[in-house]
């Protein structure tokens, strides 16, 4: 059979555009409204999805309260309560959250994943994140945020025994002793069955090189922003090449870019519906948005039409302030450009056009080497994921590229993942 | 309103079911809840024991934990209360919090977090604190948990979402609180990132107190759970923690009590109802959590047989009212008053 792409939903509150909240058409009371997403699932089941994707963090995401009120992102469900109502709401499709290595303990992790997968009959996934926000570190206890290099020791160590515990491999019994580590320590086998489909799936969105090399060590699925072929092949190459020295093959890993897509019937009326979009974006929400992906505070001090100022190193999320430095030199943007670029689509590879177009660009990263599927970034719910399941989706199956239905019914055998022994 | 006339009803749900069913667990439980829900009862609890010891896990027959299962539950049914029992050792107060906000607004306003004032032997090892904690520490720690999560749950005003799309105001940023707790265990900045509960705040149960422990209970809880005594010791701890409660400043009525009750099965219906009628009278206690034992089946004597009894004498409403777990518990604040 030919090999098909991997196709994500990826949820968020009313949309992944600053926004969305205030299209017309957005779903304004997403964060409230289960049903909402009970439909959102539904649709992107029925369009054949591989799964739903729920970023996370346990605190607002903004901490200029003036700014997060213009915003939909201040509320929203918990994602761990929110995929266990849609795991019984749906059959077929996966569904993976992410949740902190800083702010849990890897054997309540185990236990939660684990029972969602078995609440959907082996659908569950795992995001690995170690967190990166103030904000989140203010809910715990912490005065700051650990150094990068500490964040990742400790998310080693804690996937590592996350793993082992769904893989019945730290059972006290069969004398290993559970697991006495530097950051962690458990003693008993988890007290649920195993996994439906062998452990939930692990999915990794890390690009430094530390985080790439926690990816090849332990992902099964890794998401990534990469506006350029260039820089997703890139990428690409450089995971898929680490995998041997963890006695991994290729194919191990599939790797999942974001791609935000605006479709219509055509270009014009695409390009129409993304500046739509662009204009309902504040200019002080687009400034703090673009702050905070490059770690920095003070980014309004400087003059809005002006370019990026210098920026010093952080301990923050290294990778998204590279992307986002790189792609103002590139294009010579000013702040506001710069901002309002980001806030329509998070840094990720955003493409306005008619159906056949978007399936061309995706066709030619997926068979050019850059992705083996795409996690789907809808600007605004329900709208643009009805758009790509409708539009896009039937596109992709007429060329062979998309299953027409499911084969299988576990998270791990729509990804086309080994089975763990 | 309730007036004390007629008793509140939970039904308790252990991890170890046994019924042979070739049907998947989650569609028993499923059927259960159902069932529960069809007769008017108040509440399911769902526990959420840590493994007490290895060889008693692998038996384990229901392979879920307690606040997922929540949320699958509340899809399936739209009145009765869902509590889960969730471990203030195993949880971070930030993230128990969360997930209850929004296991709360999921049901629409239908669920409770159970927790307990004793520390379960073992459970701390597997959270990379194999010393666990003294049981004054774990008290004054659980104390300080509780007051977090509460407080979180306050976080935002029942009327701070604006969904204002034309003049860009989502919120009002004056009616989002931050918390800035700093104590002893723990510092906590809030607010939360979920919306008000439906039903103001969900339902706190707590079990497993000691004496010590009533005046914790009285600021507190909105429902707490007592082994079955003799009636003059449970009036006598039910009066105490009355006079507490209002010392607290709270109306005593807001803390109700319910008596565990592990129903003798295969016995007369009649006389199920007449233990618990005569305990109602003799306690004054707001009514009973009934230990449902490994055959989920046992429900449906419960349902069939007794309930139709304590109807026909008074004693239990004959449906929901309202549709939030705290208008079934007769509480302040449910959201349908």
């Given at each position: 059979m030919t090999r098909?792409?991997?196709?994500?939903?990826?949820?968020?509150?009313?949309?992944?555009?600053?926004?969305?909240?205030?299209?017309?058409?957005?779903?304004?009371?997403?964060?409230?409204?289960?049903?909402?997403?009970?439909?959102?699932?539904?649709?992107?089941?029925?369009?054949?999805?591989?799964?739903?994707?729920?970023?996370?963090?346990?605190?607002?995401?903004?901490?200029?309260?003036?700014?997060?009120?213009?915003?939909?992102?201040?509320?929203?469900?918990?994602?761990?309560?929110?995929?266990?109502?849609?795991?019984?709401?749906?059959?077929?499709?996966g569904l993976v959250s992410t949740a902190s290595t800083s702010y849990n303990e890897p054997y309540g992790l185990a236990r939660t994943f684990l029972s969602l997968d078995h609440l959907s009959g082996g659908r569950a996934g795992w995001n690995l994140v170690t967190s990166a926000s103030q904000i989140e570190a203010a809910n715990f206890g912490s005065t700051g945020l650990r150094p990068h290099a500490d964040r990742y020791e400790r998310a080693r160590e804690f996937a590592e025994v996350v793993t082992g515990l769904w893989h019945g491999k730290l059972d006290g019994a069969s004398g290993s002793g559970g697991h006495d580590g530097q950051s962690f320590s458990v003693r008993d086998p988890l007290d649920l069955p195993r996994s439906p489909q062998g452990a939930p799936v692990m999915v990794q969105a890390g690009a430094s090189d530390v985080g790439r090399d926690l990816a090849a060590r332990t992902a099964d699925v890794v998401f990534t922003a990469a506006q350029t072929f260039e820089e997703a092949k890139a990428f690409y190459d450089d995971l898929k090449g680490r995998l041997a020295a963890y006695g991994r093959e290729r194919d191990d890993i599939k790797i999942m870019p974001g791609v935000a897509p605006v479709v219509a019937e055509t270009e014009a009326e695409a390009r129409e519906k993304y500046e739509e979009l662009q204009e309902l974006i504040p200019d002080d929400v687009g400034v703090a948005l673009l702050s905070s992906y490059l770690s920095i505070a003070?980014?309004?001090?400087?003059?809005?039409?002006?370019?990026?100022?210098?920026?010093?190193?952080?301990?923050?999320?290294?990778?998204?302030?590279?992307?986002?430095?790189?792609?103002?030199r590139r294009d010579n943007l000013s702040i506001r450009q710069l901002a309002r670029h980001f806030a329509g689509a998070r840094g990720h590879w955003r493409i306005a056009g008619t159906a056949v177009q978007v399936a061309d660009a995706l066709q030619a990263r997926f068979e050019g080497g850059a992705a083996d599927g795409f996690n789907v970034i809808p600007s605004y719910f329900p709208g643009e994921l009805d758009a790509f399941a409708t539009l896009v989706v039937?596109?992709?199956?007429?060329?062979?590229?998309?299953?027409?239905?499911?084969?299988?019914?576990?998270?791990?055998?729509?990804l086309g993942l080994k089975r763990p022994l | 309103?309730?007036?004390?006339?007629?008793?509140?009803?939970?039904?308790?749900?252990?991890?170890?079911?046994?019924?042979?069913?070739?049907?998947?667990?989650?569609?028993?439980?499923?059927?259960?809840?159902?069932k529960a829900e069809a007769a008017g009862l108040d509440m399911v609890l769902l526990a959420d024991a840590a493994p007490a010891s290895s060889s008693d896990a692998a038996n384990r027959q229901v392979p879920f934990e307690a606040t997922t299962l929540l949320a699958a539950l509340a899809t399936v049914t739209s009145r009765i209360g869902l509590v889960a029992m969730a471990s203030t050792i195993a949880h971070q107060p930030y993230n128990l919090a969360r997930r209850f906000a929004s296991l709360d607004i999921i049901s629409h306003g239908r669920a409770g977090w159970h927790a307990t004032m004793v520390q379960a032997p073992r459970e701390a090892a597997n959270f990379s604190r194999p010393e666990g904690f003294s049981s004054a520490d774990f008290r004054r720690r659980t104390e300080e948990y509780i007051g977090i999560v509460q407080g979180l749950w306050q976080g935002w005003d029942a009327d701070a979402l604006l969904f204002d799309k034309g003049g860009g105001r989502f919120h009002d940023p004056e009616k989002m609180h931050l918390l800035d707790h700093k104590g002893e265990f723990f510092s906590v900045r809030g607010p939360l990132n979920v919306a008000r509960s439906p039903q103001d705040m969900p339902v706190l149960v707590l079990s497993g107190f000691s004496e010590h422990d009533l005046y914790v209970a009285a600021r507190t809880a909105d429902v707490i759970l007592l082994d079955e005594r003799s009636a003059e010791d449970t009036k006598a701890r039910h009066d105490d923690l009355r006079r507490r409660v209002a010392a607290r400043g709270r109306d005593p009525d807001a803390v109700k009590v319910l008596i565990n009750v592990s129903p003798v099965t295969g016995g007369k219906p009649a006389a199920l109802a007449d233990r618990l009628e005569e305990q109602f009278h003799s306690t004054s206690c707001d009514g009973f959590n009934i230990l449902m034992p490994a055959q989920l089946s046992a429900l449906d004597d419960l349902v069939d047989l007794v309930l139709p009894e304590l109807r026909r004498r008074g004693l239990f409403r004959a449906g929901y009212r309202g549709t939030t777990l705290r208008s079934h518990l007769g509480l302040a604040g449910g959201g349908d008053q």
């Amino acid at each position: 059979m030919t090999r098909q792409m991997k196709l994500g939903a990826f949820l968020w509150a009313t949309g992944h555009h600053i926004a969305a909240w205030r299209h017309p058409k957005a779903h304004v009371t997403a964060g409230i409204d289960i049903d909402h997403y009970i439909r959102l699932a539904r649709t992107a089941e029925a369009a054949k999805f591989d799964l739903l994707f729920c970023e996370d963090a346990a605190g607002l995401r903004e901490a200029n309260v003036g700014i997060a009120s213009q915003t939909s992102r201040s509320i929203g469900f918990e994602p761990i309560s929110l995929l266990s109502a849609l795991a019984v709401q749906t059959s077929r499709i996966g569904l993976v959250s992410t949740a902190s290595t800083s702010y849990n303990e890897p054997y309540g992790l185990a236990r939660t994943f684990l029972s969602l997968d078995h609440l959907s009959g082996g659908r569950a996934g795992w995001n690995l994140v170690t967190s990166a926000s103030q904000i989140e570190a203010a809910n715990f206890g912490s005065t700051g945020l650990r150094p990068h290099a500490d964040r990742y020791e400790r998310a080693r160590e804690f996937a590592e025994v996350v793993t082992g515990l769904w893989h019945g491999k730290l059972d006290g019994a069969s004398g290993s002793g559970g697991h006495d580590g530097q950051s962690f320590s458990v003693r008993d086998p988890l007290d649920l069955p195993r996994s439906p489909q062998g452990a939930p799936v692990m999915v990794q969105a890390g690009a430094s090189d530390v985080g790439r090399d926690l990816a090849a060590r332990t992902a099964d699925v890794v998401f990534t922003a990469a506006q350029t072929f260039e820089e997703a092949k890139a990428f690409y190459d450089d995971l898929k090449g680490r995998l041997a020295a963890y006695g991994r093959e290729r194919d191990d890993i599939k790797i999942m870019p974001g791609v935000a897509p605006v479709v219509a019937e055509t270009e014009a009326e695409a390009r129409e519906k993304y500046e739509e979009l662009q204009e309902l974006i504040p200019d002080d929400v687009g400034v703090a948005l673009l702050s905070s992906y490059l770690s920095i505070a003070d980014l309004w001090r400087y003059p809005i039409d002006g370019p990026l100022p210098e920026l010093p190193a952080t301990e923050g999320m290294q990778s998204r302030q590279a992307l986002v430095i790189e792609q103002s030199r590139r294009d010579n943007l000013s702040i506001r450009q710069l901002a309002r670029h980001f806030a329509g689509a998070r840094g990720h590879w955003r493409i306005a056009g008619t159906a056949v177009q978007v399936a061309d660009a995706l066709q030619a990263r997926f068979e050019g080497g850059a992705a083996d599927g795409f996690n789907v970034i809808p600007s605004y719910f329900p709208g643009e994921l009805d758009a790509f399941a409708t539009l896009v989706v039937p596109e992709l199956q007429r060329r062979g590229l998309f299953r027409k239905d499911y084969d299988g019914r576990t998270l791990r055998e729509h990804l086309g993942l080994k089975r763990p022994l | 309103m309730d007036n004390g006339a007629t008793m509140h009803l939970a039904v308790s749900l252990f991890s170890g079911t046994a019924d042979p069913s070739p049907e998947p667990e989650f569609d028993r439980l499923a059927r259960f809840a159902q069932k529960a829900e069809a007769a008017g009862l108040d509440m399911v609890l769902l526990a959420d024991a840590a493994p007490a010891s290895s060889s008693d896990a692998a038996n384990r027959q229901v392979p879920f934990e307690a606040t997922t299962l929540l949320a699958a539950l509340a899809t399936v049914t739209s009145r009765i209360g869902l509590v889960a029992m969730a471990s203030t050792i195993a949880h971070q107060p930030y993230n128990l919090a969360r997930r209850f906000a929004s296991l709360d607004i999921i049901s629409h306003g239908r669920a409770g977090w159970h927790a307990t004032m004793v520390q379960a032997p073992r459970e701390a090892a597997n959270f990379s604190r194999p010393e666990g904690f003294s049981s004054a520490d774990f008290r004054r720690r659980t104390e300080e948990y509780i007051g977090i999560v509460q407080g979180l749950w306050q976080g935002w005003d029942a009327d701070a979402l604006l969904f204002d799309k034309g003049g860009g105001r989502f919120h009002d940023p004056e009616k989002m609180h931050l918390l800035d707790h700093k104590g002893e265990f723990f510092s906590v900045r809030g607010p939360l990132n979920v919306a008000r509960s439906p039903q103001d705040m969900p339902v706190l149960v707590l079990s497993g107190f000691s004496e010590h422990d009533l005046y914790v209970a009285a600021r507190t809880a909105d429902v707490i759970l007592l082994d079955e005594r003799s009636a003059e010791d449970t009036k006598a701890r039910h009066d105490d923690l009355r006079r507490r409660v209002a010392a607290r400043g709270r109306d005593p009525d807001a803390v109700k009590v319910l008596i565990n009750v592990s129903p003798v099965t295969g016995g007369k219906p009649a006389a199920l109802a007449d233990r618990l009628e005569e305990q109602f009278h003799s306690t004054s206690c707001d009514g009973f959590n009934i230990l449902m034992p490994a055959q989920l089946s046992a429900l449906d004597d419960l349902v069939d047989l007794v309930l139709p009894e304590l109807r026909r004498r008074g004693l239990f409403r004959a449906g929901y009212r309202g549709t939030t777990l705290r208008s079934h518990l007769g509480l302040a604040g449910g959201g349908d008053q």
